[in-house]
C-alpha cells in the first residue's frame, strides 16, 4: 500500500499578534495569519515584483501557550505542519470554505529585539526555555536559528534569471 503526506513548510512574517484561547475542555488554541512573500523578475518589464500570500496558522496546546507568549505582529517564523480543509455555513446561511495550516513545529526566527509591535515584538530577553522532547523544536535563544534563517532567506531570492535552472 502506497503512503500518503500531507506536510507544509512555511517561512515569513506574521501579520498580527497571536489571538489565544482556551476551549471548555482546556485545550488552548491560538490562530495567526503569516505572510510568504515571492519575489521575481518581471520578462516583459524587466523589473523586479512581489507577490504576498496570506495564510491562517492553528497552533495548539503547549505550542499554542507559547506562539501567545512569544510571538508578535511582525515576527519572522519558520513552521511545519499540515493542510487542513473545512466549511461552515454562516449566519446568512452561505458555505464558506477554510483552508488553515495545523501548526506541529515552530521555529522562531530572528533576533533578540526585532520586530514591530510597541514593546519590542521578537525581544526574548530572559526567556530560558525548557528543551521539550522533540529535538526538532529550535529555542530563540538557539544561535542556529538566526542561522537557518540567512540560509533559508538567501535561497528564496533568486539571484538569476530562469536560464539558469536547469528544468
Do not use: C
Not at 495569519?33 to 495548539?60: I, P
Not at 446568512?92 to 501548526?103: E, L, P
Not at 513545529?105 to 530560558?128: I, K, P, T, V, W
Amino acid at each position: 500500500m502506497a503512503k500518503s503526506m500531507n506536510r507544509v513548510t512555511l517561512l515569513g512574517n506574521l501579520g498580527g499578534d497571536p489571538e489565544f484561547s482556551t476551549l471548555p475542555s482546556g485545550t488552548m488554541l491560538a490562530k495567526v495569519s503569516l505572510a510568504t512573500t515571492e519575489r521575481y523578475l518581471d520578462k516583459s518589464t524587466n523589473e523586479w515584483k512581489e507577490t504576498t500570500d496570506w495564510h491562517r496558522l492553528v497552533f495548539w496546546d503547549s505550542l499554542a501557550k507559547t506562539a501567545a507568549d512569544y510571538l508578535k505582529k511582525g515576527s519572522q517564523i519558520l513552521v511545519e505542519g499540515r493542510i487542513k480543509y473545512g466549511q461552515y455555513t454562516g449566519n446568512d446561511g452561505v458555505t464558506r470554505y477554510t483552508t488553515d495550516i495545523q501548526v506541529r513545529d515552530m521555529y522562531m526566527l530572528g533576533h533578540r529585539g526585532e520586530g514591530n509591535s510597541n514593546n519590542g515584538g521578537g525581544d526574548f530577553a530572559g526567556y530560558q526555555p525548557t528543551p521539550p522532547p522533540s529535538a526538532k523544536y529550535n529555542s530563540p535563544a538557539s544561535s542556529t536559528g538566526s542561522a537557518i534563517a540567512d540560509q533559508l532567506a538567501g535561497n528564496l531570492t533568486p539571484d538569476g534569471d530562469d536560464a539558469d535552472i536547469p528544468f
